[in-house]
């Protein structure tokens, strides 16, 4: 990433928003019941030789920052946690003043 203010602003901004519904996703993922594919688009993901889409080994800061070993990195995403929930906690009191006040 490029330092700079605007690069901070736009990840802050950005990641604020998308927090809880990306978590929440990666939540169901993980959770979710994963059926079995049909035998026909299983015979097709299957291939001969060597895997073409081979990755390479992920590097000792990509592994620590997995494991969440990288402290600035958590305090990062803590931050964002807390300013995301302040977020939509607010817009969530907002939507129900604004009930009780019209509908009551």
Same mark, same amino acid.
């Given at each position: ?12 901004? +950005? ?7 990306? %978590?929440?996703?990666?939540? @169901?993922?993980?959770?979710? =019941? *994963?059926?079995? $594919? ?26 620590? +920052? ?7 990195? %958590?305090?990062?995403?803590? @931050?964002?946690?807390?300013? =995301? *929930?302040?977020? $939509? ?16």
């Amino acid at each position: 990433m490029v330092p700079g203010r605007f690069n901070a602003f736009r990840f802050y901004f +950005a990641a604020v928003l998308e927090y809880w519904y990306l %978590r929440c996703g990666a939540w @169901i993922e993980g959770k979710a =019941s *994963t059926p079995a $594919y049909p035998p026909d688009l299983a015979d097709a993901m299957r291939w001969d030789g060597a895997n073409p889409y081979a990755r390479e080994a992920a590097s000792p800061a990509q592994q620590a +920052a997995s494991r969440g070993d990288l402290d600035h990195f %958590r305090r990062r995403w803590r @931050i964002v946690a807390v300013l =995301s *929930t302040l977020l $939509y906690g607010g817009i969530f009191v907002g939507m129900v003043a604004i009930g009780w006040l019209v509908f009551v």
